[in-house]
């Protein structure tokens, strides 16, 4: 197992490096940098060349990307042995370091919040994210799988008619269109809930654990019901289906045969089993859930990374965009390691090797 | 019975009476009422979206034409909507139409608007998934029918896309599209092509976007379904008459795989409806002024406090057309995966 969990980590690597590269070439292809502009006037030439230097725009694709994996030391280290290496005569001009690297930890220095590490921004927003996606997470398996099970239990009856109807809708309106309602209803009319902001500014325990308190939920309950909704439904649709194929298996028979209690058969010997399509989503989830965040922490107001990366793609912020990517990168692919194992666990059949 | 039936006709010795495998389908579509009933409401939209022009009598997809209907939201009271400008619930313009959902922050019709969304939802709808059925068959046919290194090559590059956050780059793509986009001295091919993107309100790079997000799904499952019918007799026959890979391909394979790949991508249209509603609500879909629910959604949701009656037109529109996708390609699964009908 953990020489899986090694071979799957190094394989992930070079599939991270080129996504921040694909990522670090497009943003540079865009017209308009980062520092064309200030608001609506254009910056001087002097004092934009003076910024791209001090962010080593100047310098060759090849070589910026290095020393952003790498750290500008190393780049500076290698054309100071070997200067033939062509770029090398600008590099060499460019005695102060901004980055240390990816690789030690380094995500940059954001081009717009001048002086600001990207490490403070991501520390800052990642958790907030991280912290929505995850209740939502918890709220779509809460609903879905209960639902789930009941519609399968109750296999054409009106209890599964209207699970399946209410799954349906609930896949089909989407959390652009619940959040703003629930702002409507909630938060002008019955002024019940906060519309807008986060309940626990960070840090946190542990760096994600919030503090459990009334004002935290308060203005965490719109946002995760809006995102939840629609995992909930896909989950729920997936149980449903996965539970109905598995109660008609020969072993499920066998465990009734016994004479064991109709619910130790469904919760110990059906559920397990059905519970493996639904963990295989959880993966591909992690990816909408992504998507999900940008939508509503632009729709809540709420601090969280999505809203940090959309923005940086308006300010050409090349930096925090990269680095942002990278980490949902790292996000995706942990997830899905994350569900191979679970998946392995669930089902011995299934072996890691 | 119908898995009889199926198998009949593979053997090519269908009775006289019976219908092809595709009519066939659609006759069981047919008995599936929420099916039946969201083909209806989709054939409506498609309606809508071809005579959106002639159907409202507004012509209000542009800016300036706007200035048109001000009078309208001129007569209203200010005090009445006293916190946005050009949004009011109701109003009547000075030739007498009614706003039957209200005007939107620049006093534009939101009915108008929500008819002239209907386009871009479809065409993506359509066109993407075009986009995505074609490169992800042939490329899973080729897949599939080559086999060994080149198979394996061919999917390791599709695991390798698989992992990655792709959404991100289709947002980085857009972006540099729409920048691409702004640039107007380009000539020769790629201004022709920036020309038509521009009167297409930024769609083309939409759908190359889009069709690029999603081709990895149905280059998997038409690979499956090539493996499991390139070992079968009909292709052995075609083999031994010498027929090419190609004619094999297209005209023995493709007809055999071609459903449940239809399948898949009709379950997939939901989702580029959703993500050109998303990439247009982040302000990275088609360009304003060309109405599109997602641009409607933002425009909303940064109004919600004020003028709450705009989400109305953009949000019912978009749940109801997903909605009905969705009963579509859970009937369309339902007729052709055997194993689904009880």
Known sequence: MLSYIIRRTLVSIPVILLMAFVVFYLIRQVPAGPFDFVGDRALPPAIRENLEKRYHLDWPLMWQFTSYVVGDDVALGVCNVAGFIPGCDIIKETPEGVSRGLIRGDLGESMKQRGRSINTIVGNSFPVSLQLGILSIILGLLIGIPAGVLAALRQNSWVDYLASFVAVLGLSIPSMVIGPVLIVVFAVKLGWLPA??????PPYTLGIIPPLTWDFFKHTIMPVIALGTGLSASIARLTRASLLQVI?????????????????????????????????????MVAGVVTGTFVIELIFAIPGMGKYFIDSITNRDY???????????VLLVAANMLVDITYGWLDPRIRLD | MAVAQQTVTHDHVAPKNAKGPWADAFTRLLKNPAAVVSMLFILFLLLIAILAEQLNPYVLQGFSDAVEVQPAYAKQTLADNSKSFGAVSTGTTTEGFVYWL??????RDILSRTMYGARVSLAVAFIASAVSLFIGLVYGLVSGYAGGRVDDLMMRVVDLLYGLPIIIIVILLQVYFKALGRQTDVSGFVGAVLNLNRSLGGLLFLFVALGALNWLGMARIARGQTLSYKRQEFVEAAEAVGATPRRIL?????????????????????????????????GLGVDPPTASWGIMLNESYKAIRSSPHMIVGPAVALSLTVLAFNFLGDGLRDVFDPRMRE
Do not use: M
């Not at chain 1, 807008?196 to 500014?201: D, E, F, I, M, T």
């Not at chain 1, 089993?273 to 295989?280: E, K, M, Q, R, Y």
């Not at chain 2, 297209?250 to 990439?279: D, K, M, Q, S």
């Open chain 1, 196 to 201: 807008a902001q986060w309940g626990a500014p």
């Open chain 1, 248 to 284: 008609r298996e020969d072993y499920i028979r066998t465990a009734r045969a016994k004479g064991l209690k109709e619910r130790v058969v469904i919760v110990r010997h059906a559920l397990k089993n059905s519970l493996i399509p639904v963990v295989t989503i959880l993966g591909p």
């Open chain 2, 250 to 282: 297209f005209t023995h394979l493709l007809p055999n795989i071609l459903g449940p790949c239809i399948v898949a991508e009709t379950l997939a249209i939901p989702g580029y409806i959703l993500t050109e509603a998303f990439l247009s609500f982040i």
């Open chain 1, 319 to 329: 930096t925090l965009i990269t680095s942002v990517s990278v980490i949902y990168g």
């Open chain 2, 102 to 107: 209200g005007a939107d922050h620049l006093g």
